[in-house]
């Protein structure tokens, strides 16, 4: 089984700064896209960032500018340095991975259970 365990999430005011940290662990065959997503009270999951293997990174247009994600490929861990936050940052963020766990031959999406991101003064 493959578990992700996000951290880092807490309140901060507007204009600070949050670095997320998102591990991926258990039968690990190989990752490749590791992602991060939000969701606000009553509003869907959306897309925050995305990184491939190789370093390529995909931003929403809203946190361009503001957020960089990064993955460490040997720890199995992908980061999101949260700048310049905004109150209507303020979500649930989830981590996402494609995974091929150890011995599979399909790849498979898994997803942190989230961490609160609350930007308020």
């Known amino acids: 089984q493959v578990q992700l365990v996000e951290s880092g999430g807490g309140l901060v005011q507007p204009g600070g700064s949050l670095r997320l940290s998102c591990v991926a662990s258990?039968?690990?065959?190989?990752?490749?896209?590791m992602g991060w997503y939000r969701q606000a009270p009553e509003k869907q999951r959306d897309l925050v960032a995305t990184?491939?293997?190789?370093?390529?990174?995909n931003y929403v247009d809203s946190v361009k500018g503001r957020f960089t994600i990064s993955r460490d490929n040997a720890k199995n861990t992908v980061y999101l340095q949260m700048n310049s936050l905004k109150p209507e940052d303020t979500a649930v963020y989830y981590c996402?991975?494609?995974?091929?766990?150890?011995?599979?031959?399909?790849?498979?999406?898994?997803w942190g259970q989230g961490t609160q991101v609350t930007v308020s003064s």
């Open positions: 990184i491939t293997r190789g370093g390529s990174t």
């Open positions: 996402n991975a494609e995974v091929r766990p150890y011995s599979y031959t399909t790849w498979n999406d898994y």
């Open positions: 258990g039968r690990i065959g190989s990752i490749n896209a």
